[in-house]
């Protein structure tokens, strides 16, 4: 069907579904560029929904960053809604990217940006809509070299026979070379399709392609090794790292601006990358190091250019922990200087709790103050110490304190349950922190500050201290839940557990091998769709189609791993020190489990 033609059959269908507008692209800042008059295609396909997708810094970066140069076209595709999707079904319509209304199947390269593991069925539900089949093994010359990267791509094992090639580390050195090498090699026309993957990932060091590397397993089910099938390939994935200054690292000042709200209806500007802790916790400071910063000028140039191509009345300063900016105090001021008079606000969507955070509310002048956004994690001292999250409760309560002297009017606390060691104390620690909190906001305000306590079921990551641990039993998660909403006496704190169904199917996502794939697609094609939405999410049809394969979840979730095991992922996202500081800081941590046991 021509573009044309596939625009004028959408637009007939859009009164049918919800939200139109976000179906039909032509928004501000978007590129449109003639098919004709470059050298190769590619469609950064989210995922997930537009609104989730476009509130997504990553894919305006890249978006930017391929569409500077004139060689090539970059545009975009989200998954469709499930009204949309059945629509497009019912009238034998594929899904397009929202430039050009071009069919994914008639890209030559179509990159998945992974979040979140229990987003894999929307992949699934793209690659089908868009034409492309699902198995690497059954895709042509013809067809677009599938490719994934992001968080989600950690652990590659579980859609190892979807994806034709992982990347792993840094987009915006290698998806340019990746995409430049592709279609040299397409043009080459040498060999097969399989042997033109071999040579693209051959070429490299950070590109992993699942197709030429074979499990094998024990007898107890665990992995013994994976071997190659083919001796051009790499051993090991070295994690791909911007080695130039992170300023010479162009920052997306035209970003595509929305016809419809998205969650976050604003400009971003990302200050740092990586994060100067190393929470054991948190796969996020090991895969996103070493630690790299812009300069004060360049932040506050490139948001002000932002602010002049977009109009947004908000910018976000982006990193994983804001706060930790060398210059922190500096930017803020300068923001402030440069962002007042023009009506333009500030936010700092992730604080760290220390000493500063007693100045930063007289700091934050220009800041929207309709809550402050706080992730302690944990509330004592030695779980403080088994995470190795140094904070101190007195910087957050005075903190708190001085934020509400200031305007503030709402906190938001991040918690976990579910960690290793966590006992009855720990719970009772959330809940005394939030309603002391809410008690502070009394004292300064006269009535009692509203506190939401998000507690979210702990899921061992791949690449963290802790991925040999496995995840606290559903009943478990249930029973700290309750326990926290019964103790919890003070009407204006809020307890807000994540949906366990939910973080027990991340865990074995996450944690899982090859052989949870076929699950994958079987509980797909029995309708499993947008597994991260709870008004989609369908567990049971998971659960039983897990029964139905005969594949053990706990297994995969559940099991405390030996450190003498093999895990599925230990090809990808090899560092130095890599693997021998995860496992000293896995035995430290049995070490300060000992001693919190002892102390009970």
Not at 36 to 59: E, I, Q, W
Not at 345 to 371: D, E, F, T, W, Y
Not at 555 to 561: A, G, I, K, P, V
Request: hydrophobic share 35%.
């Amino acid at each position: 069907m021509h573009n044309s033609s596939l625009k004028s059959a959408i637009t007939r269908l859009l009164p049918r579904v919800q939200m139109p507008a976000q179906y039909l692209g032509g928004e501000l800042n978007s590129v449109v560029k003639d098919h004709r008059t470059v050298r190769g295609k590619l469609c950064l396909a989210f995922p997930d929904t537009y609104g989730l997708g476009m509130s997504h810094h990553g894919l305006q970066v890249l978006y930017t960053l391929m569409n500077n140069d004139p060689q090539w076209a970059c545009e975009r595709a989200f998954t469709p809604w499930i009204d949309f999707e059945k629509e497009l079904r019912d009238a034998c319509l594929p899904l397009y990217s929202l430039e050009t209304f071009t069919p994914l199947c008639d890209f030559d390269l179509v990159g998945f940006s992974l979040q979140y593991e229990v987003c894999y069925t929307n992949l699934l539900t793209m690659l089908d809509l868009g034409g492309i089949p699902l198995h690497s093994a059954d895709r042509t010359l013809a067809h677009p070299l599938v490719v994934c990267g992001g968080p989600g791509a950690q652990n590659p094992e579980v859609l190892a026979p979807f994806v034709d090639v992982f990347v792993i580390g840094d987009g915006e050195e290698s998806l340019p070379w990746l995409m430049e090498k592709w279609m040299s090699l397409k043009e080459a026309g040498r060999g097969s399709r399989a042997d033109l993957i071999a040579e693209l990932v051959g070429s490299t060091t950070w590109a992993y392609a699942p197709q030429f590397y074979e499990p094998e397993y024990h007898a107890d089910g665990t992995v013994a090794a994976l071997n190659r099938t083919r001796g051009d390939v790499p051993r090991e994935i070295v994690a791909c790292t911007i080695q130039q200054d992170f300023d010479d690292i162009p920052l997306p000042t035209k970003p595509v601006v929305s016809f419809v709200q998205t969650p976050h209806d604003r400009i971003a500007i990302e200050i740092m990358r990586g994060c100067p802790w190393q929470c054991r916790f948190c796969q996020s400071t090991v895969i996103k190091r070493p630690l790299r910063v812009r300069s004060v000028e360049t932040i506050v140039q490139a948001a002000l250019e932002s602010y002049r191509n977009t109009g947004h009345s908000e910018i976000s300063l982006l990193s994983l922990s804001t706060s930790d900016y060398p210059d922190f105090e500096k930017l803020v001021l300068r923001m402030q200087e440069v962002f007042t008079p023009l009506g333009v606000s500030i936010s700092l969507p992730s604080l760290r709790v220390n000493q500063q955070l007693r100045s930063l509310p007289r700091l934050m002048k220009g800041v929207r103050k309709a809550g402050l956004t706080l992730a302690p994690e944990v509330a004592r001292d030695d779980m403080r110490e088994q995470i190795r999250k140094k904070i101190k409760n007195d910087d957050l309560y005075e903190g708190c304190r001085v934020a509400f002297q200031n305007g503030w009017q709402k906190v938001k606390l991040y918690f976990l349950i579910g960690l290793p060691g966590e006992r009855t104390a720990d719970l009772d620690g959330i809940v005394d922190m939030a309603e002391h909190i809410s008690k502070i906001g009394k004292e300064v305000r006269g009535r009692y500050a509203e506190v939401t306590a998000s507690v979210s079921n702990f899921v061992p990551k791949p690449h963290t201290p802790y991925q040999w641990n496995g995840m606290q039993t559903r009943e478990y998660l249930q029973e700290a839940g309750r326990y926290l909403r019964q103790r919890c006496r003070n009407r204006a704190v809020r307890i807000k557990q994540h949906d366990i169904e939910c973080s027990l199917l991340e865990g074995v996502l996450t944690r899982g091998d090859r052989r949870i794939a076929p699950a994958l697609l079987e509980a797909w094609k029995r309708g499993c769709r947008l597994d991260g939405w709870r008004e989609c999410f369908q567990p049971e049809i998971w659960w039983q189609t897990f029964a139905d394969l005969g594949i053990d979840t706990t297994w995969y979730s559940q099991r405390l791993r030996p450190m003498t095991e093999r895990l599925p992922w230990d090809h990808v996202n090899v560092k130095k020190p890599g693997r021998e500081f995860l496992e000293k800081e896995q035995q430290r941590s049995l070490v300060q489990l000992e001693v919190m046991a002892e102390q009970v």
